[in-house]
């Protein structure tokens, strides 16, 4: 069985600061890790995904993670926030099929 | 390359009363899903197609949910009859084949639909 947990489901930064949103995540088999983001009234939209090879992983919008396995994490990070970022990030992992976590919403602060 | 397609955007219903929602994958994906998301919870996969056969419906609540996907195209998720709990966005998404292992496409969603019961 697969699943994910999200740590906090909301987290506030202010506009130039570090995002760091936090996903652990439970395996039997490996597993292959997403992130999604959510914007107010849309689908979601793929920012990254780790299945093999190297363990940090570059997304869209500056958006990083990096794969550790001695911790089951894949933690979100971006160096910089943006207003733009300001929406709902899920995580998500799949073996078979997709199992989300419960979401974090992102606020940026001016 | 158009989108997953889905219609229509809001429905408000009473409860008891039935609903069907639309969705139209990306061309040449063969593999649809529907995902109930709660306000406030990640998306829950409901039923999942590879072409227009079940993978997997474990999920879905079958006394009152129904999904078809005739001909491997286009789907339609009914809820009949309807309870104040069914309210929640609907998503759809598609994906070239299903996920096995390290063999693992991309899923695309639609925008869904956003369902109120009242």
């Known amino acids: 069985a697969q699943s994910v947990t999200q740590l906090g489901s909301h987290v506030s930064v202010s506009e130039g600061a570090l995002v760091l949103l936090r996903c652990n995540y439970s395996?039997?088999?490996?597993?292959?890790l997403f992130w999604y983001v959510q914007y107010p009234n849309q689908g979601l939209q793929l920012l990254l995904k780790?299945?093999?090879?190297?363990?940090l992983v570059k997304g869209i919008n500056g958006f990083e993670a990096e794969f550790k396995k001695s911790e089951t994490s894949f933690h979100l990070t971006k160096p910089s926030a943006h207003m733009s970022d300001a929406a709902e990030y899920f995580c998500?992992?799949?073996?078979?099929?997709?199992?989300f976590g419960a979401g974090t919403r992102l606020t940026v602060k001016p | 390359e158009a989108g997953v397609a889905q219609s229509p955007r809001y429905k408000i219903i009473e409860k008891r009363q039935s609903v069907a929602f639309w969705c139209n994958p990306i061309?040449?994906?063969?593999?649809l899903y529907w995902y109930q998301q709660i306000l406030g919870q990640g998306p829950k996969l409901l039923i999942q197609?590879?072409?227009?056969?079940?993978?997997?419906d474990s999920q879905l609540p079958k006394d009152r949910f129904s999904a078809e996907r005739l001909k491997g195209v286009d789907s339609t998720l009914k809820i009949q009859p309807a309870k104040l709990e069914d309210s929640a966005v609907y998503l759809c998404?598609?994906?070239?084949?299903?996920?096995?292992?390290?063999?693992?496409?991309?899923?695309?969603f639609g925008s869904g639909t956003r369902l109120t019961v009242v």
């Open positions: 998404a598609s994906s070239l084949g299903l996920p096995t292992g390290a063999l693992n496409y991309g899923y695309t």
């Open positions: 395996s039997s088999v490996p597993p292959y």
């Open positions: 780790y299945t093999t090879g190297a363990t």
């Open positions: 998500a992992v799949s073996y078979n099929d997709m199992r």
């Open positions: 061309s040449g994906h063969a593999t």
């Open positions: 197609f590879q072409n227009n056969g079940v993978v997997d």
